[in-house]
């Protein structure tokens, strides 16, 4: 016979074991946790340049006769204003002004200017608005602005440039022509051919990419008074001066071999 205090000790820990099993039973698993939402993708890196990269401009006009936003783009830079005009789509043509370090400071000056009668409508672009601040794939982002800039380029032919200067010697005619290029592309080209010359890098074993500017001097050795923007395989574009209308060139050809005076990069 089992002792009483046995059959009870049994009893307990049989209870308990039921108790156990019953918790067991009625335990409901932990919901999964939350998952964690990835880190924000880091923006892409701009293109590593020589040169500041463009702040807020003004835009205006939209001219069917180049001489018209020729006037205007001349009429604004006689004030200071710093003006240029371009080929833009549908055969128009169009003016941009300026280089502001922000949104509301380009908008008081074109307020001010449509008050006096000088504009009418205008609107602003920004720096993200320029191919300088939308790189291409990591490996190609160089390649990628150069392309840019040389089919930017490639617009302006055909076009009676004139901007800043009234002869061929001044340089201004062909360094405002490089000036617009880049500045629609969102990078603050400098105004005259020496200042672009010093603005730029050494070229790479000397042998210029798509989108570097090409120098040449009127004598050998002399003061360098003409810029091209290389468009690769031996060829440029670039405004001979004024009365002439932008074109592409070769160095096959003897005069431009024989009066080139070196490469500069702005994009590295």
Excluded at 145 to 158: D, H, Q
Excluded at 205 to 214: A, E, R, T
């Amino acid at each position: 016979m089992i002792p009483a205090r046995v059959i009870a000790a049994i009893s307990t820990a049989t209870i308990a074991i039921a108790l156990l099993a019953g918790c067991r039973t009625a335990v409901r698993t932990a919901p999964p946790q939350p998952t964690v939402p990835p880190p924000p993708a880091v923006a892409p890196v701009q293109e590593a340049t020589t040169l500041a990269h463009l702040g807020f401009t003004v835009q205006v006009g939209a001219f069917a006769v180049p001489a018209n936003a020729q006037a205007l783009a001349a009429a604004l830079t006689a004030t200071g204003l710093d003006a240029f005009y371009f080929p833009a789509e549908s055969g128009l043509y169009k003016v941009r002004f300026g280089n502001f370090p922000s949104h509301d400071a380009a908008a008081r000056e074109a307020e001010r200017l449509k008050a006096e009668g000088t504009i009418e409508t205008y609107f602003i672009v920004g720096p993200a608005d320029y191919a300088a601040a939308r790189p291409g794939p990591p490996l190609t982002k160089s390649g990628d602005l150069r392309e840019r800039l040389a089919a930017t380029a490639e617009n302006f032919i055909g076009v009676d440039y004139t901007w800043g200067g009234t002869t061929a010697e001044s340089g201004f005619d062909c360094s405002g022509l490089v000036r617009a290029v880049y500045q629609l592309n969102g990078l603050a080209m400098p105004r005259s051919v020496g200042e672009q010359y010093a603005a730029g890098a050494p070229v790479a074993d000397g042998k210029p990419l798509k989108g570097d500017l090409v120098f040449f001097s009127a004598t050998a050795g002399g003061t360098r008074t003409h810029v091209g923007i290389y468009l690769g395989d031996g060829t440029f574009i670039h405004a001979p001066g004024s009365g002439k209308k932008v074109r592409r060139e070769s160095f096959a050809g003897s005069y431009y071999r024989s009066h080139y005076s070196g490469a500069r990069a702005y994009l590295r």
